[in-house]
């Protein structure tokens, strides 16, 4: 029940993705800018060929196989149950999601739309990149959180023994 909850969530969030760089691709491709919140946000077309920030240039193969592993590694825990509960569940939705997003560009498009920019933040990013961020934000406050909810477990299964 939660993998397919997961699965059509995490699609829905490479659809919005998908949508929103196919609109930024074609009406502002290639210098284009549009101002959202003047002196806050704006929408820049930019193409990334590396990592977070620019960084590892053209690397397309390893972000690919490191993205595939991932996404692996999170249905994984989440298939075996080494991890639970509603924040874990949304992070990985949040995580797949955005990461099915980029790769998909790197794939197919051999390189990431980006376009949000914020006056504040320099690096231009796309909606991909904030489900990762906000989703790996998450996944940290889940472990955070874990031993916490695993003791209370723990009680809850020692005070039913008792009856």
């Given at each position: 029940m939660v993998l397919g909850i997961v699965i059509i969530l995490s699609a829905l969030i490479v659809i919005i993705d998908q949508v929103i760089k196919?609109?930024?691709y074609s009406n502002l491709s290639p210098d284009g800018r549009v101002t959202i919140i003047d002196g806050l946000l704006s929408f820049v077309y930019s193409e990334?060929?590396?990592?977070?920030?620019?960084?590892?240039?053209?690397?397309?193969?390893i972000f690919a196989v490191i993205t595939i592993a991932l996404i692996a590694v999170f249905l994984f825990?989440?298939?075996t149950k080494r991890f639970s509960g509603k924040l874990f569940t949304a992070s990985i939705i949040l995580i797949i999601g955005?990461?099915?997003g980029n790769l998909w560009d790197r794939l197919f498009r051999g390189v990431v739309i980006d376009y949000i920019s914020?006056?504040?933040f320099p690096p231009i990013c796309n909606f991909a990149d904030y489900c990762i961020?906000?989703?790996a934000a998450l996944f940290i406050l889940s472990i955070i959180l874990l031993p916490e909810s695993?003791?209370?477990?723990?009680?809850?299964?020692?005070?039913?023994d008792d009856e």
């Open positions: 196919y609109f930024i990334n060929k590396g990592a977070a920030f620019g960084i590892f240039q053209n690397a397309t193969l825990l989440l298939i955005g990461g099915i914020f006056s504040f961020t906000i989703g695993k003791e209370k477990s723990r009680v809850s299964e020692g005070d039913s």
